[in-house]
């Protein structure tokens, strides 16, 4: 049995493993960047907890991959999506958060009171874990939509919408995110179709008019994407009406696919309950079915998803965390 050793908040860090990037134990350690993620881990700190966010990438979640993000509170003229959670992370490294981008969290596990955090490279424990590791685009898997991937197929119009100025292409889906990416679209690209599976669009009534009035839009609405064509690059898309049964081939240059999302909670399964869908199920103090672990943001099981309800969740989280290790004291 390895030798144990106690932590700042009392419980046990096994000597035998590497603890943190500071050499302490944390009270609480954040899974995921996004909104509801750094949210916690402002409220966290605040609390006078010690606190380590954890993200795969670089922070921000979905968010920065947004252009203009108008129904946050706060910004009467919109702000750019980078810019808003550039501003999250400088406000949670002024409280002094310790975060630790490009770090994956590979399985979340429980040893007695405390808990086990494991990367490629750390076993970090804690008695508190908030996860709000958020979604990613969810693909089709359609004939051409892996092979044309990043020549011509895209999830993100931020990080590739400049590649097809003067080009014609295709968004998939009119939901928000299909509609705000594809306004951000329209200022480099030379027209877009819109392709929706439903008979109708989903997204904001503002967004569906002020596209809809725009010259270089139009919509297939009721119809499936069935393939994405072309040789070394996308030359056309296959669609389907689901009516007539009939299918098209449009010729297009590029695919920005918007199909909805995934949540990041692979390496929950052995874990943390999980709903059909694979997001979190929490309470509303945002409790896990496992003590101490939370969940907050996109990742949870819930039907709203949006910026500011992912900061709620984080909120909400990180307090519940605080009476959590309170209670573990007492």
Same mark, same amino acid.
């Given at each position: 049995?390895?030798?144990?050793? /106690?932590?700042?908040?009392?419980?046990?860090?096994?000597?035998?493993?590497?603890?943190?990037?500071?050499?302490?134990?944390?009270?609480?350690?954040?899974?995921?960047?996004?909104? @509801?993620?750094?949210?916690?881990?402002?409220? @966290?700190?605040?609390?006078?907890?010690?606190?380590?966010? =954890?993200?795969?990438?670089?922070?921000?979640?979905?968010?920065?991959?947004?252009?203009?993000?108008?129904?946050?509170?706060?910004?009467?003229?919109?702000? !750019?999506?980078?810019?808003?959670?550039?501003?999250?992370?400088?406000?949670?490294?002024?409280?002094?958060?310790?975060?630790?981008?490009?770090?994956?969290?590979?399985?979340?596990?429980?040893?007695?009171?405390? =808990?086990?955090?494991?990367?490629?490279?750390?076993?970090?424990?804690?008695?508190?874990?908030?996860?709000?590791?958020?979604?990613?685009?969810?693909? =089709?898997? /359609?004939?051409?939509?892996?092979?044309?991937?990043?020549?011509?197929?895209?999830?993100?119009?931020?990080?590739?919408?400049?590649?097809?100025?003067?080009?014609?292409?295709?968004? /998939?889906?009119?939901?928000?995110?299909?509609?705000? +990416?594809?306004?951000?679209?329209?200022?480099?690209?030379?027209?877009?179709?819109?392709?929706?599976?439903?008979?109708?669009?989903?997204?904001?009534?503002?967004?569906?008019?002020?596209?809809?009035?725009?010259?270089?839009?139009?919509?297939?609405?009721?119809? @499936? =994407?069935?393939?994405?064509?072309?040789?070394?690059?996308? +030359?056309?898309?296959?669609?389907?009406?689901?009516?007539?049964?009939?299918?098209?081939?449009?010729?297009?240059?590029?695919?920005?696919?918007?199909?909805?999302?995934?949540?990041?909670?692979?390496?929950? +399964?052995?874990?943390?309950?999980?709903?059909?869908?694979?997001?979190?199920?929490?309470?509303?103090?945002?409790?896990?079915?496992?003590?101490? #672990?939370?969940?907050?943001?996109?990742?949870?099981?819930?039907?709203?998803?949006? #910026?500011?309800?992912?900061?709620?969740?984080?909120?909400?989280?990180? #307090?519940?965390?605080?009476?959590?290790?309170?209670?573990? !004291?007492?």
């Amino acid at each position: 049995m390895k030798d144990l050793k /106690i932590g700042l908040t009392g419980h046990p860090v096994s000597s035998g493993s590497k603890e943190s990037v500071t050499g302490k134990s944390f009270d609480v350690i954040i899974i995921g960047g996004g909104p @509801a993620g750094l949210t916690s881990a402002i409220y @966290a700190t605040r609390e006078n907890l010690s606190t380590l966010l =954890l993200e795969k990438i670089s922070c921000g979640g979905l968010p920065a991959t947004t252009d203009i993000i108008e129904n946050y509170p706060g910004f009467p003229e919109g702000i !750019k999506g980078m810019e808003l959670v550039q501003k999250f992370k400088e406000q949670a490294k002024r409280f002094g958060v310790n975060i630790t981008e490009y770090k994956e969290v590979k399985q979340v596990s429980s040893e007695g009171n405390s =808990l086990l955090v494991e990367t490629s490279d750390n076993t970090y424990h804690t008695p508190a874990v908030i996860v709000g590791s958020g979604s990613i685009p969810k693909k =089709l898997n /359609i004939p051409g939509e892996k092979e044309f991937m990043g020549k011509g197929v895209s999830y993100c119009a931020i990080c590739d919408g400049p590649l097809f100025k003067d080009m014609d292409i295709a968004v /998939i889906g009119c939901g928000n995110s299909g509609l705000q +990416e594809g306004e951000f679209l329209l200022n480099h690209v030379k027209n877009i179709t819109f392709i929706e599976y439903l008979p109708y669009m989903t997204g904001a009534r503002i967004l569906q008019e002020k596209l809809q009035k725009n010259e270089k839009a139009e919509f297939l609405l009721n119809h @499936a =994407l069935t393939g994405v064509n072309g040789g070394d690059f996308v +030359e056309s898309v296959t669609v389907k009406d689901r009516n007539s049964g009939e299918e098209k081939e449009i010729a297009v240059s590029g695919v920005f696919i918007y199909a909805g999302f995934l949540p990041n909670t692979g390496f929950l +399964e052995s874990s943390v309950k999980l709903d059909d869908a694979g997001y979190i199920i929490t309470d509303e103090d945002m409790k896990t079915s496992v003590p101490g #672990i939370f969940g907050a943001g996109d990742v949870r099981s819930k039907n709203i998803r949006q #910026i500011d309800t992912a900061c709620a969740d984080g909120t909400i989280a990180a #307090i519940s965390a605080r009476n959590y290790i309170n209670e573990l !004291k007492s």
